[in-house]
């Protein structure tokens, strides 16, 4: 059973930038798609990007979408999410999930979601 683990998540100010990463163990993260979702205090988890197996397609919430990478590489078995001109606003537990997709497709509804990690928290304050 694939498992996933965050890690990139910190205190930072506004304006400034994270990289987030998500390993994965125990599985290949090939013929996966790979989405991350933020949930904040008090709010729904909200799907923010995913990108399919083969990078072919990749999906952003139009929040971030200007601000947001996400990208893979699955040598390292790892998918990253660069955050840009963070905002208080971005404040959450970020997670990250797989599932498995037909290559070019990848989907921002959290049903479609096996595998899940423990999260990272961002908090953007000053």
């Known amino acids: 059973q694939m498992q996933l683990a965050e890690s990139g998540g910190g205190l930072v100010q506004p304006g400034t930038s994270l990289r987030l990463s998500c390993v994965a163990s125990?599985?290949?993260?090939?013929?996966?798609?790979i989405a991350w979702f933020r949930q904040a205090p008090g709010r729904e988890r909200e799907a923010i990007a995913c990108?399919?197996?083969?990078?072919?397609?990749?999906l952003y919430d139009a929040s971030v979408e200007d601000r947001f990478t996400i990208s893979r590489d699955d040598g390292k078995n790892t998918v990253y999410l660069e955050m840009a001109s963070l905002k208080p606003e971005d404040t959450a537990v970020y997670h990250c999930?797989?599932?498995?997709?037909?290559?070019?497709?990848?989907?921002?509804?959290?049903?479609?979601?096996?595998?899940w990690g423990q999260g990272t928290q961002v908090t953007v304050s000053s």
């Open positions: 999930a797989a599932d498995q997709a037909p290559d070019d497709y990848c989907s921002q509804d959290a049903r479609d979601y096996e595998t």
């Open positions: 125990k599985w290949t993260l090939d013929y996966h798609a």
């Open positions: 990108i399919s197996a083969n990078s072919a397609r990749t």
